[in-house]
């Protein structure tokens, strides 16, 4: 478990790592909700530094050809199951574009994640007795990262 002070908090893309194996790395994909229905597509994954867990997907949403989009930090929680070209999650389109919006410059900000947490009803990956989720694989658990 992540200590209360420690919100190291890093986009996987802006250390150019990759994840070991490219049909374990979920960016790109589309995110869709439990009937099917798209809500984004996958931009990053936000990973917590000292264990090597996505914490985060980060869901670009909205807009129409790439203008006024928007992101999004959805817990990794959410996720209920991985194909090849979807990930799906337990929430609904407008659920998410409700969220609180994507602010670089808060990603280590423990209240700023305590709110998505808050918006989206889960528990923090920080509070006593969360287990993370297991079974999901595709790179939404600890993995080997190339390019160290």
Known sequence: MTSNDDTTLYALGDRG???DGSANDVRGREVKDADGAGIGTID???IDGPESKVRFLLVEHGGILGFGQSKTMIPVDAVT???EDAV???LSKDR???????????VH????HASIYNHFGY???????????VG???????FPMAGR
Not at 136 to 142: D, E, F, Q, T, W
């Open 44 to 46: 990053d994954l936000l």
């Open 96 to 106: 998410v574009a409700s969220a609180p919006g994507y602010a670089p410059d808060l």
């Open 109 to 112: 900000d423990r209240t700023y």
């Open 88 to 90: 799906f999650v337990d």
């Open 123 to 133: 528990e923090p990956y920080w509070g006593a007795g969360y287990l993370y989720p």
């Open 81 to 83: 199951n991985v194909t």
């Open 136 to 142: 999901l694989g595709m790179g939404l658990g600890p």
């Open 17 to 19: 790592q990759t994840i």
